[in-house]
Structures are given as structure tokens and as C-alpha cells.
């Protein structure tokens, strides 16, 4: 296979995979912070903004995987 | 459509270059340097007008950075290098979305073949702008946290010779100060890349009306990262800040 066509799949592979995690890791902690407030609705602002926190952090790793696959693309 | 992952370079000062990414984040600077002049001259007790507006602004920062640190007066030390984290990269960021930027470009250099190198780039679509913000920000941690516990303290943080686990705790601990430069400088840079990126992308496919979502999107990730950044640079300063040797009632985010 050529190199262009084995760069553009790697370039899709690694945003792709890459993501799956940072998927899983914000929709649970989404679900657990929700989860939190529902039992609690006055603690909502402070559920809240360790809850922004860790879902930046969660996706801060997706775009890892993101700038690896631009990288890959166009470098 | 040319989408280049390093800011292009427009023009040079003796042998220094310009790139097109410094240009916008110095006319970002310049709008809030002038924001700053407007709402500070004839102060009054009974704000009105742009002193207003700044002052709610900035109330609003100074509650925020406060609910994270606690103590006031700590808070005032520190609010000057996070307000101008946040203040800067939101304008950074915003600015990057006003049509022009990315698409206005003089020069059509042949490198080969024929380029358009547009003059303006988001300020943070700039590794380089990105990693200085980071770095800037993990040197200021360290500085507040020397000058808040001692340098002895501090440094017992990182290096505990008080049994071999807690070495390695300490060594991890160390590992994990510099893995926050990356993380902070990729996360800002990956983010707002990404958004030109997706802009140009659907502004190429399908020009009218379907961007507009996608610059609601990006109004609110750019608005999001300055916000994280900030954030994580108070619950870092607060980490740096606290004696870990003695019972804290509130246990700070250890964060990674």
C-alpha cells in the first residue's frame, strides 16, 4: 500500500480509537455528577464545578489523540 | 484549502520572524490594554459605563478564583496572573472566530505552487503561544508555592527520604509537575486547532447556513478552555499553596 493511503488511515485510526475512552470517561462522569445533584439539588453548584473540571480533563486526552492524528496528516 | 499545523510565518524584525498567530494574539492585547485605559480613567465610587462592565467582569473572576482558594487575601496575591490567563485567552480564542481571520491573506508565496498565507490565526492555534502560557504558568506554581510554604517544604513535596515508597511518590509527583506543561499546552492548542480546523472544513463543503452552529460551538469552546485553564492553574496554586504536612479540613483537588 502506499504511503499516502497507509498516512490517511493511520490519521483516521488514531482520532478514531482515540476517542473511544474520553467518550466512556465524560458520559460516566457526566452520569455520576447528574446522579449527585439529582440526590441532592442543593449541593448543584458544587457538584458542578469539579464536575466541568474532571470532564476537561477527560477530554484533554482526546485531544491528544486529535493533534497526533493532524500531525500525522499534515506534517 | 490549505490547513497548516504551524502558524505561517509573515513577515521578519531584523532575523526574528512574525507569525501570523503573534500578529492577532498582539491585537488582542492591544483590545484589552485599551478596554483596561477606557474603564480605569476617571474612576468613581458609583461605577457607570465601561468601568461598570469591567468591574463585573472582573468581580465575577475574583469570586470564582476565591471559591477555589478560599482565603481572600491569598486570592488577591495570586488574581492578577489568573485574571490575565483568563482575560487573554478567551480573547485569543474569540478573536479567532471574526471573519477575515484565516482567509484575509496578502501574500501568495509560490512554494512550489501557489499559497495563499493568511495574516491573522488565532492566537492559540499556536503551539508555541500555548506551550509559553504553560510554561509561564507552571514556573508561577512553583514560585507561589516556594514563596507561600518555604523552599525546604515545598521541595520535601518531591524529594521525602522518609522511606523508599514515599521516594517514589515524590518522584511521580515530580514527573506529574512537567506532564502538566503538556497537558496544559495541548489541551489549549488540540482545542482551538481543532475548532479552525472544523470551521474551514464546513465553511469548504457547505458555505452558507450550515457554519452556524459550528460557531455557536466554538464561541462556547473557547470561552470552556479559558475557563479550564484558569481553573486548573487555581486548584494547582492552591495545591502548591497548602501545607500537606498538617490536617487541612478541606483537602484540595489533587489533580494530575
Given at each position: 500500500?502506499?504511503?499516502?493511503?497507509?498516512?490517511?488511515?493511520?490519521?483516521?485510526?488514531?482520532?478514531?480509537?482515540?476517542?473511544?475512552?474520553?467518550?466512556?470517561?465524560?458520559?460516566?462522569?457526566?452520569?455520576?455528577?447528574?446522579?449527585?445533584?439529582?440526590?441532592?439539588?442543593?449541593?448543584?453548584?458544587?457538584?458542578?464545578?469539579?464536575?466541568?473540571?474532571?470532564?476537561?480533563?477527560?477530554?484533554?486526552?482526546?485531544?491528544?489523540?486529535?493533534?497526533?492524528?493532524?500531525?500525522?496528516?499534515?506534517? | 484549502?490549505?490547513?497548516?499545523?504551524?502558524?505561517?510565518?509573515?513577515?521578519?524584525?531584523?532575523?526574528?520572524?512574525?507569525?501570523?498567530?503573534?500578529?492577532t494574539?498582539?491585537?488582542g492585547?492591544?483590545?484589552?490594554?485599551?478596554?483596561?485605559?477606557?474603564?480605569?480613567?476617571?474612576?468613581?465610587?458609583?461605577?457607570?459605563?465601561?468601568?461598570?462592565?469591567?468591574?463585573?467582569?472582573?468581580?465575577?473572576?475574583?469570586?470564582?478564583?476565591?471559591?477555589?482558594?478560599?482565603?481572600?487575601?491569598?486570592?488577591?496575591?495570586?488574581?492578577?496572573?489568573?485574571?490575565?490567563?483568563?482575560?487573554?485567552?478567551i480573547s485569543n480564542n474569540w478573536l479567532g472566530l471574526i471573519p477575515g481571520v484565516g482567509t484575509?491573506?496578502?501574500?501568495?508565496?509560490?512554494?512550489?505552487?501557489?499559497?495563499?498565507?493568511?495574516?491573522f490565526r488565532s492566537g492559540n492555534a499556536?503551539?508555541?503561544?500555548?506551550?509559553?502560557?504553560?510554561?509561564?504558568?507552571?514556573?508561577?506554581?512553583?514560585?507561589?508555592?516556594?514563596?507561600?510554604?518555604?523552599?525546604?517544604?515545598?521541595?520535601?513535596?518531591?524529594?521525602?527520604?522518609?522511606?523508599?515508597?514515599?521516594?517514589?511518590?515524590?518522584?511521580?509527583?515530580?514527573?506529574?509537575?512537567?506532564?502538566?506543561?503538556?497537558?496544559?499546552?495541548?489541551?489549549?492548542?488540540?482545542?482551538v486547532?481543532?475548532g479552525e480546523?472544523l470551521l474551514?472544513?464546513?465553511a469548504?463543503?457547505?458555505?452558507?447556513?450550515?457554519p452556524l452552529?459550528f460557531y455557536g460551538l466554538e464561541i462556547f469552546v473557547g470561552f470552556?478552555?479559558?475557563?479550564?485553564?484558569?481553573?486548573?492553574?487555581?486548584?494547582?496554586?492552591?495545591?502548591?499553596?497548602?501545607?500537606?504536612?498538617?490536617?487541612?479540613?478541606?483537602?484540595?483537588?489533587?489533580?494530575?
Open positions: 500500500m502506499s504511503p499516502e493511503a497507509m498516512s490517511s488511515i493511520a490519521a483516521a485510526a488514531a482520532i478514531a480509537i482515540g476517542a473511544i475512552g474520553p467518550a466512556f470517561a465524560i458520559g460516566m462522569i457526566g452520569s455520576k455528577g447528574l446522579e449527585a445533584i439529582g440526590r441532592n439539588p442543593e449541593a448543584a453548584g458544587k457538584v458542578q464545578g469539579p464536575m466541568i473540571l474532571a470532564i476537561a480533563f477527560a477530554e484533554a486526552i482526546s485531544i491528544y489523540a486529535l493533534v497526533v492524528a493532524l500531525i500525522i496528516k499534515f506534517v | 484549502m490549505e490547513i497548516s499545523l504551524a502558524a505561517e510565518k509573515i513577515m521578519h524584525i531584523g532575523s526574528f520572524p512574525i507569525t501570523n498567530a503573534m500578529l494574539s498582539w491585537i492585547a492591544a483590545i484589552l490594554i485599551v478596554i483596561s485605559i477606557l474603564a480605569t480613567r476617571k474612576m468613581k465610587m458609583i461605577p457607570s459605563g465601561w468601568q461598570n462592565t469591567y468591574e463585573t467582569v472582573i468581580e465575577m473572576l475574583l469570586n470564582m478564583a476565591n471559591s477555589v482558594i478560599g482565603d481572600m487575601k491569598a486570592t488577591k496575591k495570586y488574581f492578577p496572573l489568573v485574571a490575565t490567563l483568563f482575560l487573554f485567552i484575509i491573506g496578502l501574500h501568495e508565496t509560490v512554494h512550489g505552487k501557489d499559497i495563499l498565507v493568511p495574516l499556536d503551539l508555541n503561544m500555548t506551550l509559553a502560557l504553560a510554561v509561564t504558568t507552571v514556573l508561577a506554581i512553583q514560585i507561589f508555592g516556594i514563596a507561600a510554604i518555604g523552599a525546604i517544604k515545598y521541595g520535601k513535596k518531591f524529594l521525602n527520604f522518609s522511606n523508599p515508597i514515599m521516594f517514589i511518590v515524590g518522584l511521580l509527583e515530580l514527573i506529574g509537575e512537567i506532564s502538566r506543561i503538556i497537558s496544559f499546552s495541548f489541551r489549549l492548542f488540540g482545542n486547532f481543532a480546523v474551514t472544513v464546513i469548504f463543503i457547505v458555505p452558507y447556513i450550515a452552529p470552556i478552555q479559558a475557563l479550564v485553564f484558569t481553573m486548573l492553574a487555581l486548584v494547582f496554586i492552591k495545591s502548591a499553596i497548602t501545607d500537606h504536612e498538617e490536617h487541612e479540613e478541606t483537602q484540595p483537588a489533587h489533580a494530575h
